[in-house]
Nanobody
Framework: VQLQASGGGLVQAGGSLRLSCAAS????????MAWFRQAPGKEREFVAA????????YYEDSVKGRFTISRDNAKNTVYLQMNSLKPADTAVYYC???????????????????WGQGTQVTVSS
């Protein structure tokens, strides 16, 4: 499966963006999906994950209550709604699928696969 993230941009602190992750090649409905981000000079970090059905989610602590991950399997797309954005949220955002042999609940980027091109999110103060 090939993944393509989009929807990034420049926004002021307190603003909102919605990222999309579109899949091609295979259906996303077979996979648990996640968003990660990577700021300059920092390691890639987990942001949020959603189960294959959309019924379960988990989040990195700093985004809880501000970000919402969701999916539309009919559209083969995963979303990340980001509200109350902060300058610390500035990063390139990537979507990925949890590898079949890895357990639900992982936050380790090495447990995820099918990394596509990310989308830049820049939050100005």
């Amino acid at each position: 499966v090939q993944l393509q993230a989009s929807g990034g941009g420049l926004v002021q602190a307190g603003g909102s963006l919605r990222l999309s992750c579109a899949a091609s090649g295979r259906t996303l409905s077979n996979y648990h999906m996640a968003w990660f981000r990577q700021a300059p000079g920092k390691e890639r970090e987990f942001v949020a994950a959603v189960s294959w059905s959309g019924g379960r989610t988990y989040y990195e602590d700093s985004v809880k209550g501000r970000f919402t991950i969701s999916r539309d399997n009919a559209k083969n797309t995963v979303y990340l709604q980001m509200n109350s954005l902060k300058p610390a949220d500035t990063a390139v955002y990537y979507c990925a699928r949890l590898a079949e042999t890895r357990a639900w609940g992982s936050t380790q980027w090495a447990d995820f696969a099918s990394w596509g091109q990310g989308t830049q999110v820049t939050v100005s103060s």
